[in-house]
């Protein structure tokens, strides 16, 4: 059973950083990319990054770029999300995904993705 969970969340004022972990367990994690979404309040799901299962390539929202970075730890069958610069916007749930095809280069398209956390609270106050 694939399962996937989100850590690092919380609290922090406009300016300042978080990072977030996502583990994953049930499934060879360094043959598959990772997703990460966020949904505000209220608002659909939408994109934030990704990783291939390679690592080598990297995309991002442009609400993300410049100020998020998406990384892997396949040792530890981790993946991570550093967030700088948070503005109150970026206020959400943010969760982690993994795809149902190995060997891919990630997407931003959320139907592509078959395993889901359940997510971590990051609220920005300004």
């Known amino acids: 059973q694939v399962q996937l969970e989100e850590s690092g969340g919380g609290l922090v004022q406009a300016g300042g950083s978080l990072r977030l972990s996502c583990t994953v367990s049930?499934?060879?994690?360094?043959?598959?990319?990772v997703g990460w979404f966020r949904q505000a309040s209220g608002k659909e799901r939408e994109f934030v990054g990704s990783?291939?299962?390679?690592?080598?390539?990297?995309t991002y929202a442009d609400s993300a770029k410049g100020r998020f970075t998406i990384s892997r730890d396949d040792a530890k069958s981790m993946a991570n999300l550093q967030m700088n610069n948070l503005k109150p916007e970026d206020t959400a749930v943010y969760l982690c995904?993994?795809?149902?095809?190995?060997?891919?280069?990630?997407?931003?398209?959320?139907?592509?993705?078959?395993?889901w956390g359940r997510g971590t609270q990051v609220t920005v106050s300004s």
């Open positions: 995904a993994h795809p149902r095809a190995a060997y891919t280069g990630g997407s931003n398209l959320a139907e592509t993705y078959a395993y």
């Open positions: 049930g499934r060879a994690f360094g043959s598959y990319a």
């Open positions: 990783i291939s299962w390679s690592g080598s390539f990297k």
